[in-house]
């Protein structure tokens, strides 16, 4: 909070940077030949690489701004009003993330396809609103460090038993509920580990608004962030491989071959620490206005890329044919179009919103309409029915 004020700007480019990030990633990803994915390309390696780095730094920025409002007022508990608009804000969230999946013409046949099913990033960050909000309710009327101790809690449990709850196949539950926690049936992402971004990133709000104005919380939170994600990316593996030699526990040496989580959390850290240096740069109105928008930005991109209602997208007619040079070219005119219409969509919303009230409104008065006319001409016809068999029967 520089100037005394409450918004954190390097906060919202690091959002415009990551919805950038996704964008070019999903379409590159999606589009790009096969035969271009060469591993030992040193520029796709980096490409690679910090794509990966992309949904973590989401999950957790997300995490930190949701938390960041919900705790900057003077109410608590249930009297805090940001309460009922995180939950509506969650609750949305997973409405649109199965609305983005639904096809018209699977509707019209009177069905519903299995990846209506299937979990994506906006069930996940709505569910982890939710289990904010929770944790946050639950350590109330506890002594203020337990929701912290609780949040970073979250985040290292999850993190080392990913190996265990990962091989189950929840296979008692139905598929709609599975597909949060399991990966089998097709979901992009499940809550269980990556509610635990967003958890690590609730607690660095809370940090960061015990410590709001301190005088040299920039001077100390850069280096500090810096040292502890480079940590993460080069010792933290190490860590688990001495545990488990210590402990002889199979869990830490599971974590140790596989350690993404950690690594990938120090990455997020490192990203922190970057905007953070950078924060007096990052002011631009369209910057601030991007990290503002990300949820049209993404609704909007998953409509045109992977064809959102009808099936008819790119990645339908240009799925993993595309060369690098089409494909780098091609991905920086989706980032101008997606992000463009998103924009203009913000611009434009309170009247969207009122053209669409208004044209729903009239739909509904004519349906009315026409069910009254075809009731009355039915319930004409079934007397005359009727009159004609007592006729019949007399």
Not at 57 to 76: H, Q, R, Y
Not at 154 to 163: A, C, G, N, S
Not at 180 to 205: D, E, H, M, Q, R
Not at 347 to 376: C, H, M, P, W, Y
């Amino acid at each position: 909070m520089e100037n005394k004020t409450t918004r954190l700007y390097f906060i919202d480019a690091m959002r415009a940077w990551a919805i950038l990030m996704m964008l070019q990633g999903h379409f590159i990803d999606g589009l790009l030949d096969t035969a271009f994915r060469d591993g030992s390309s040193v520029t796709f390696s980096i490409w690679k690489y910090f794509r990966g780095i992309t949904a973590p730094v989401f999950f957790t920025v997300s995490g930190f701004i949701f938390t960041f409002l919900l705790i900057k007022g003077d109410k608590t508990g249930l009297q805090n009003p940001r309460v009922k608009k995180g939950i509506k804000r969650g609750l949305e969230l997973l409405f649109i993330g199965y609305l983005l999946r639904m096809d018209l013409f699977g509707l019209l046949q009177g069905k519903i396809y299995d990846s209506f099913y299937l979990v994506d990033v906006l069930h996940c960050i709505g569910l982890s609103l939710l289990g904010i909000i929770g944790v946050y309710l639950l350590s109330q009327k506890r002594k203020k460090y337990i929701f912290p101790t609780a949040l970073v809690s979250i985040t290292v449990l999850l993190f080392i038993f990913e190996p265990t709850y990962k091989t189950w196949s929840f296979s008692f539950l139905p598929d709609a509920f599975a597909n949060y926690l399991t990966k089998s049936n097709g979901s992009v992402f499940t809550i269980l580990p990556w509610f635990g971004y967003a958890a690590f990133g609730a607690f660095l709000s809370v940090v960061f608004t015990k410590f709001k104005n301190f005088k040299h919380l920039y001077s100390v939170a850069i280096p500090l962030f810096a040292i502890t994600g480079a940590a993460l990316i080069a010792y933290s593996s190490d860590l688990f491989l001495h545990l488990s030699q210590s402990t002889d526990l199979q869990l830490f040496a599971n974590v140790y071959f596989n350690n993404y989580l950690f690594i990938r959390l120090g990455d997020v850290l490192l990203v922190f620490s970057v905007f953070m240096l950078l924060r007096g740069l990052l002011k631009h109105s369209t910057v601030l206005k991007l990290g503002q928008s990300t949820l049209s930005i993404y609704i909007v991109h998953f409509i045109i890329l992977y064809g959102s209602f009808t099936g008819l997208g790119l990645y339908r007619f240009f799925h993993h044919s595309l060369t690098p040079s089409v494909a780098i070219s091609g991905a920086l005119v989706f980032m101008i179009v997606c992000t463009f219409s998103a924009l203009k969509y913000e611009d434009n919303k309170e009247l969207i919103k009122l053209r669409i009230t208004t044209i729903l409104k009239f739909a509904l008065v004519k349906i009315e309409a026409f069910s009254l006319g075809v009731f009355q001409l039915g319930k004409s016809r079934f007397f005359r029915l009727l009159r004609k068999v007592s006729r019949a029967k007399n």
